[in-house]
């Protein structure tokens, strides 16, 4: 049997890099996936891929900090299939630059996708896993929200506020078997840091005591573990996939 059969999850952001990853490993392990990001086409690729590979999935394109729109498609696809299981808050956005010449609108759309989405998100979903009683919602933080980076105060913050808020969720949502907890990637194996010269990323992994950058599926693992029955007793947790990254 699989880890998540019968699972109904939500993954923003999911269109493609770490969310994808998340979204087809869930598929993978049984989960109906239910793709949300901004652009139509991203999703519905990212649907196809699933669907060829006879994975159960579907999608919709939505901005998370739209609150409207996050609602009414939670509502839909709770009266579509009786409940919501899992929640993984991904979307997310850097808009980097130094802190003495960021501009403010660069601070306000980092902190309204990835802290005020995820507020959303969380709000929306909390009430359908109450009535059912259960439910795992995974906040995707960053090494950054706990360590800070020059040139990155805006993300830094917004992930050390998706860290805190999880804290918070949790210690809410308890009483009602609902688990929130969150997953602080390192340096993690994308179509971005795929970019990167050879000189770039061994310079990175210096810092790395296991010498060498993460995967994808790394961060899916951690998601399909904190969302299954292997984790019933854990919530209110970061859970760093850094490969021991030296802060």
């Known amino acids: 049997m699989k880890r998540l059969d ?8 999911a269109a493609r890099g770490i969310g994808f990853g998340i979204a087809k490993t869930y598929a993978e392990e049984g989960a109906q996936v ?15 891929t699933l669907t060829d590979a ?3 999935a579907t999608g919709f394109a939505a901005d998370v900090t739209d609150n409207a729109v996050i609602e009414k498609i939670f509502k839909q696809i709770f009266n579509e299939f009786g409940k919501i299981d899992i929640l993984i808050n991904n979307a997310g956005i850097t808009r980097d630059g130094l802190l003495m010449k960021m501009k403010e ?3 306000d759309l980092v902190m309204n996708v990835n802290l005020k989405g995820t507020f959303i998100c969380t709000q929306k979903v909390c009430r359908y896993m109450m009535k059912k009683r259960s439910g795992a919602i995974i906040n995707i933080a960053s090494v950054i929200g706990l360590m800070g980076n020059a040139g990155q105060a805006n ?36 179509e971005m840091t795929a970019r990167l010269s050879e000189e770039v990323i061994a310079n990175y992994a210096k810092a790395i005591p296991l ?29 760093q996939v850094d490969g021991g990254l030296i802060m």
């Open 6 to 13: 019968g699972k109904i999850a939500i993954i923003t952001g």
């Open 54 to 56: 006879s994975y159960l």
């Open 34 to 48: 239910i793709i949300i990001d901004l652009s139509q086409d991203a999703v519905d690729e990212a649907v196809k």
């Open 155 to 190: 993300y830094a913050a917004s992930k050390g506020g998706t860290i805190a808020f999880t804290k918070s969720a949790a210690k809410e949502f308890a009483s009602r078997n609902i688990r929130v907890n969150a997953i602080a990637p390192g340096f993690i194996e994308t």
């Open 105 to 107: 609108a660069d601070w």
């Open 211 to 239: 010498n060498k950058m993460g995967s994808i599926r790394d961060v899916a693992n951690c998601c399909v573990f904190l969302a299954s029955e292997d984790s019933n007793y854990i919530t209110g947790q970061t859970i």
